[in-house]
Structures are given as C-alpha cells and as structure tokens.
Nanobody, 124 residues
C-alpha cells in the first residue's frame, strides 16, 4: 500500500536550517505530483510547497518563498524540503503528501495520500 514516511524534524533556533525528507513506497512515485503541508496547533493544514512529477512546476506558499526549497529524487522515491532562515511561525507538524495526478496542488483535497508528519519547532 501507499506509504509516506517523513523524517528530519526537530528543534531549531530562529535563523537556522533544517532538511525534511519523505520516503515513498507502494506506488510509482515518479508519476505523481508531491507536496509539503504543515499544521500548527489549533490551525488548519497549510500549503507549503509542491512539485510536479518530473521535478518542475514548483510552487511555494507566500510565507516560505525565498527560504524553503522543495526537491525530489525519482530514482530514490524521495521528496525533500530544505528549510533555511526558519522563523518561530514555521513551527508545526510537517506532512508529505502524494497528489492524485501528475502535477501538485495548493489544495489539501487534491492529495490522495499523506504521511504521519514530523514535528518542527523553531524556538530560541
């Protein structure tokens, strides 16, 4: 079955960096768009970044533009999120998600599979 497993979360100081990794299995990773979302306590799940099946068509949420970078390795079936210059408002559980088609999306409902999430806490 489809499985998405996130790793790399943790505690980081403001201005620091973190790299999240999502390992995918159980489906043909190279044929689907992928995305990262996050959810802070008491808030809705928020779009962070998305990438299409071939690694192009990349889009970011307004709050992370210029600081985060999404990438994928289809040979390894992995999705990454490089987080630089993090801020306290970046705190939350980060989820990896597989889209229903070739391209990604900013909408939660356009994703068919989700990982369990990895906690990122930005604090001094």
């Amino acid at each position: 079955q489809v499985q998405l497993t996130e790793s790399g979360g943790g505690l980081v100081e403001p201005g620091g960096s973190l790299r999240l990794l999502c390992a995918a299995s159980g489906f043909d990773f190279s044929r689907y768009g992928m995305g990262w979302f996050r959810q802070a306590p008491g808030k809705d799940r928020e779009f962070v970044a998305t990438v299409s099946y071939f690694g192009g068509d990349i889009y970011y949420g307004d709050s992370v533009i210029g600081r985060f970078k999404i990438s994928r390795d289809n040979a390894q079936s992995t999705l990454s999120l490089q987080m630089n210059n993090v801020k306290p408002e970046d705190t939350g559980v980060y989820y990896c998600a597989a889209a229903a088609g070739y391209v990604g999306s900013v909408k939660v409902d356009d994703y068919r599979a989700w990982g369990q999430g990895t906690q990122v806490t930005v604090t001094s």
